[in-house]
């Protein structure tokens, strides 16, 4: 009998050692980030005054494991880098705030000359510090597109096609001025209240200022869904 109490409290010594540490190993492995958003961010200089000559971009990011009381800086590299003659990017910021799961990537974007002749895109990338690892292998890196020309963007896929028309770099100079933005003027959807903005908007500015035509000179610019 004595022997098999023994062996119980052996047994159970066993159990709360392992226990604490596996405790050790899940409360201080290391934390993972990765961007929330994974999709091309494209940047025009058309939606700013003449006068603008930089710009910030923000690239939000979250992050799986336990808080801190400290911020913990991200390491941000450019796995392709811009191949403009020119062409000038700095990372500002990137951090994971103290006391937070969700963090930020802060890049200054310059408006220098090559930019109107021709897009440039680079690719940042999410790489491990001595504070945090990285997470999903498929959402580390983050394109981005810098340009002060119209540039057909992402989010103009076959629903921005019925609502305000086929692209063209016209059409498109016509919505930045009118929205003062190069995002989707439907925001998260085509039937939510910022499309309605939107659309008060466009239609708007097309009666003030237009009309408005095609690189030929001819063809007229029209809104199908206005």
């Not at 098999?4 to 290391?30: N, Q, R, Y």
């Not at 990285?134 to 921005?160: E, R, S």
């Not at 609502?163 to 085509?190: D, F, H, K, L, Q």
């Amino acid at each position: 009998m004595k022997k098999m109490k023994i062996c119980f409290m052996v047994l159970a010594a066993l159990v709360v050692m392992a226990c604490s540490k596996d405790k050790i190993e899940t409360w201080e492995s290391k934390s993972f980030v990765w961007f929330v958003n994974t999709d091309t961010t494209v940047l025009s200089f058309l939606q700013y005054a003449d006068d603008v000559k930089e710009a910030m971009i923000e690239f939000e990011l979250s992050m799986a494991g336990q808080t801190v009381s400290y911020d913990r800086k991200i390491d941000v590299q450019m796995s392709t880098p811009p191949s403009g003659v020119g062409t000038k990017v700095e990372v500002t910021n990137a951090i994971i705030p103290a006391d937070s799961v969700n963090g930020v990537v802060k890049i200054k974007v310059f408006r220098t000359a090559n930019l109107t002749e021709r897009a440039d895109t680079m690719v940042f990338k999410l790489c491990a510090t001595e504070y945090l690892e990285v997470g999903d292998t498929l959402q580390l890196k983050k394109a981005l597109v810098i340009a002060d020309m119209a540039v057909k963007p992402g989010w103009w896929n076959n629903w921005a096609d019925y609502y305000i028309g086929n692209y063209s770099e016209e059409r498109y100079r016509v919505i930045i001025a009118a929205t003062g933005s190069t995002g989707s003027p439907a925001g998260e959807g085509w039937y939510g209240s910022e499309w309605l903005l939107n659309k008060y908007l466009l239609k708007k500015y097309v009666q003030d200022h237009g009309p408005f035509y095609e690189a030929d000179g001819v063809t007229e610019i029209t809104f199908p869904n206005l």
